[in-house]
């Protein structure tokens, strides 16, 4: 299960995943760090099991932790299979069947938002339901 | 041997035209060999499905009452081109909405005409005795209008060259994203599906010929433009009725940062009448090559990377200087497949005869850039070459005095060698003043990433990069990166003062 964990720009220059590591003896996968003056951003891939204990722990240290259930999303009713998402997103979370139809492994997905701005027909989200859209 | 078009149209008017598609027509030749496969094959359908920017429609309203002369007209907030008599206008598929911008355009309209949805028109007039109706609001519907028409000026590409991006920072372009450092290759077009490619002397293909146009049954209307078949770059200008073509074919999209476009589905099935049908559509993805082109050169000949074929594009995977790069469409193959499919049933069914071309298409022209008889402003137009330079060893104090003295916000550092290491710049100064630390030399303090300029390159390039990195000015180096101007945005100013009063 991934989790979105969020840092203040003084909670950043102490070591909240290695402290979480430390006291739960989970091992947490850090599949993107962003970090800027002000305030940082982790996204953490933790074991399943073990996700309310990271949550929790990591909350009580003081930074705000969101458990994100779903990665990018595609609204097939949009979707042209064009293929534009595959080569540009950094975790090979598109490809095509044998029928050249798009396919998604959406548990890959990083959350990085390259695909988003990428798709030619507005077809993926990461975010909220899909729009409903009058066909 | 040869078979006339009348046999073939009597054979699909029996139902026993055999019509396969351009996919499956290699190996039937393979197999078969040449002959045989004349006398078996009647028919191979062709389909591509992509970006089609320059496409759009006619549309007859019908008159109002009291009636208007429509000279200005918006469709949901797009204008359409009205420069057509009284109630007809044209719609671009690129053409932005004033509202809504790269969100919705052109494309979208007729998108949503074909959808079944409903368009606000809204139109201006001057007043006329024949029209004396000065403005109009309405919705309509597509039932609602004389004529839908497609015409689309430049359809069904040949082929076209993959993009790439050796750049350090990603692109957006009509070619969708391209990662920075070659991260990534796009290509566009169904390679061994696509109709030219399957008759590239236009022996098959002309003005007359039906075709598959959007789900519905149109016509080729002639050569498109830019039509370039001497460097196998044919275009098709296509024409089709809107009423009978389906979403599922018609598509509005969005290229990131670079605007609104329309994504169309076009087939074309190619009788097969003699030896040479045979052996054209026999071509096959490792025939077909295009060259990859670095977007990151600002320019209309961007330089090729390497040649390559579609086969190996399609792989998903190619190499480029030892290094795996990962390819990827911008139009859907799954879809060009629906496309020669379908034309394949309806061929089958009976549901279109065929014909040769009423008018032959040229097979040998070649485009041409744009002849520009104004000269285009480069950078050494308008560069300042009285800069005074500064030593990378010089102490902060001589950089303030000379700022001061020359009254100018940067200075380009450089070495012994006249070579630029860095600018420094007021604020630079200013902040080393107030806090002066152990920093002594105009080294210490300077900015070592310079954004620089060539006295070659066009303004409108040189601007680009002033607003990128939002600064104010460029160093103009030349080829030993030795500083040679500065280009300030002072001096563009004054050029634009120029540019549109001449
Ligand atoms: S880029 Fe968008 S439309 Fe194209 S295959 Fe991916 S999700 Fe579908
Ligand atoms: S958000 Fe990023 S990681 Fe997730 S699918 Fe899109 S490009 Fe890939």
Redesign the pocket.
Known sequence: MKLLVSVSRKQGKYPIIAQVVKETGVLVNVERAMIDSHEGELLIDVPDDSCELVRQKIAGLGASVRILDR??RIDTRECVDCGACIS????E?FSFGDDWGILVEEEK????????IACPHSALF?SGEIPERPF | MKKSIDLINERIRDGNAHVVTAEEMPLIVTELGEEEALKEVDVVTTGTFGAMCSSGAFLNFGHAEPPIRMERVWLNDVEVFAGLAAVDAYVGATQQSTTQQSVYGGAHILEDLIGGKSIELRAISHGTDCYPRRTITTQLVLDDMNQAIMVNPRNAYQRYNAATNTTDRTLHTYMGMLLPHGGNIAYSGSGVLNPISNDPKFRLIGSGVPIFLGGAIGTVVGEGTQHSPAGAFGTLMTCGDMKQMSNTFVRAATMHGYGVTLYLGVGVPLPIIDIESVRSTAVTDRDISVDILDYGVPSSNRPSIRKVTYEELKSGMITINGEDVRTSPLSSLKRARIVADTLKDWVKAGKMQLTLPAVRINPDKAGKPMRETAHVPRVIDIMDRRFIPIDEESPIKVAAETLLKDETNHLPVVNKKGQLVGIVTTYDVSKAVARPGNKTCVRDIMTKKVITTNPDEAVDVAIQKLERHNISALAVVDRENKVVAMLTAIALGKLFEQRWSR
């Open positions: 990665g990018i540009i997103c950094p975790q979370v997905c990083v959350i990085c938002g390259k695909c988003v990461l």
